[in-house]
C-alpha cells in the first residue's frame, strides 16, 4: 500500500486558489467500529441481531478465509435480516440510526479531518461499501457528498440483495471515477483503514492509512 506523502500540517498549507479534494472511508475510519453489526444491533435488537449472526456464522466463516467474495456474503447477511423489509419502515430506521448513533461512534480525529477540509473550502465525499440509507442523513448534516452501496428495492421492499455492485476496493475508485473528473482538482486527499481501501488510497496524491487511531 502507497504510504502516506504525510508532511506536518500539509492540509494547512494549501493554497486558498487550489481545488482540492477528499475521499474519507466510514467504517473504521470515520468510525470506532463497523457500522453494518453495529446498524443491525441497532434496527433489531441484541438478542435478535446475535441470533442471526450465529445461524449466519458459517456464511461469515467462509468470507473470513476467503471462500466466498465480500458481496456475497454481505447479501446473506441483508437477506436474513431485512428481505421483505418496506423501505418506508427500513429508511425511517435509518434516519433514527444516523441521528442516535453514528455521533457517538464517530473518531474525533476525523471530525476534524471533515472540518479542516471544509474551513479550505475542499470537495468531500465519503466513500463507504456500507448501504446508502444509515449513511445519507449523517452525510447531508455534515454537508458531504456520498458514494456508497445501493439496495434493491421491489415493490417498494428490500430483496436483501445489492443493487449493482458492492461499493469496495477497486469498486470504489469506479464509483470515483464514475462520477467525479478528477483533473479538475489541484490535489486529491483520501483517509481509510483497511484492504478495501486500498485502491482508493492508491488514487490520491496524499494517502493516510488509519490515520485517527
Same mark, same amino acid.
Given at each position: 500500500m502507497r504510504s502516506a506523502k504525510k508532511v506536518p500540517n500539509s492540509t494547512d498549507r494549501q493554497a486558498a486558489q487550489t481545488k482540492n479534494i477528499a475521499f474519507f472511508d466510514f467504517d473504521g475510519t470515520i468510525t470506532n467500529r463497523d457500522s453494518f453489526i453495529d446498524f443491525i444491533i441497532f434496527y433489531h435488537g441484541k438478542w435478535v441481531a446475535y441470533l442471526g449472526l450465529l445461524r449466519l456464522l458459517p456464511f461469515l466463516l467462509a +468470507? =473470513?478465509? =476467503?471462500?466466498i467474495p465480500n458481496w456475497r456474503a454481505k447479501e446473506k447477511v441483508l437477506t436474513y435480516f @431485512? #428481505? %421483505? #423489509?418496506?423501505?418506508?419502515? @427500513?429508511?425511517? %430506521?435509518?434516519? $433514527? +440510526?444516523?441521528?442516535?448513533?453514528?455521533?457517538? !461512534?464517530t473518531r474525533v480525529g476525523a471530525l476534524q479531518a471533515l472540518q479542516k477540509h471544509h474551513d479550505l473550502g &475542499?470537495?468531500? +465525499?465519503?466513500? *463507504?461499501?456500507?448501504? #446508502? &440509507?444509515?449513511? *445519507?442523513?449523517?452525510? $447531508?448534516? =455534515?454537508? !458531504?457528498k456520498l458514494i456508497a452501496s445501493r439496495l434493491e428495492v421491489i415493490d417498494d421492499k428490500l430483496t436483501g440483495k445489492l443493487r449493482g455492485n458492492n461499493c469496495y476496493g477497486a469498486e470504489k475508485v469506479a464509483r470515483i471515477h464514475q462520477e467525479i473528473d478528477l483533473s479538475d482538482y489541484e490535489g486529491v486527499y483520501a483517509y481509510g483503514d483497511s *484492504? %478495501?481501501?486500498? #485502491?482508493?488510497?492508491?488514487?490520491a496524491d496524499y494517502a493516510y492509512y488509519r490515520p485517527f487511531r
Amino acid at each position: 500500500m502507497r504510504s502516506a506523502k504525510k508532511v506536518p500540517n500539509s492540509t494547512d498549507r494549501q493554497a486558498a486558489q487550489t481545488k482540492n479534494i477528499a475521499f474519507f472511508d466510514f467504517d473504521g475510519t470515520i468510525t470506532n467500529r463497523d457500522s453494518f453489526i453495529d446498524f443491525i444491533i441497532f434496527y433489531h435488537g441484541k438478542w435478535v441481531a446475535y441470533l442471526g449472526l450465529l445461524r449466519l456464522l458459517p456464511f461469515l466463516l467462509a +468470507y =473470513k478465509v =476467503k471462500l466466498i467474495p465480500n458481496w456475497r456474503a454481505k447479501e446473506k447477511v441483508l437477506t436474513y435480516f @431485512f #428481505e %421483505g #423489509e418496506p423501505t418506508a419502515t @427500513f429508511q425511517q %430506521g435509518c434516519d $433514527q +440510526y444516523a441521528t442516535e448513533r453514528i455521533p457517538p !461512534i464517530t473518531r474525533v480525529g476525523a471530525l476534524q479531518a471533515l472540518q479542516k477540509h471544509h474551513d479550505l473550502g &475542499n470537495d468531500i +465525499y465519503l466513500v *463507504s461499501a456500507s448501504p #446508502e &440509507n444509515w449513511l *445519507s442523513a449523517w452525510c $447531508q448534516q =455534515k454537508g !458531504i457528498k456520498l458514494i456508497a452501496s445501493r439496495l434493491e428495492v421491489i415493490d417498494d421492499k428490500l430483496t436483501g440483495k445489492l443493487r449493482g455492485n458492492n461499493c469496495y476496493g477497486a469498486e470504489k475508485v469506479a464509483r470515483i471515477h464514475q462520477e467525479i473528473d478528477l483533473s479538475d482538482y489541484e490535489g486529491v486527499y483520501a483517509y481509510g483503514d483497511s *484492504s %478495501g481501501d486500498r #485502491e482508493m488510497l492508491r488514487l490520491a496524491d496524499y494517502a493516510y492509512y488509519r490515520p485517527f487511531r
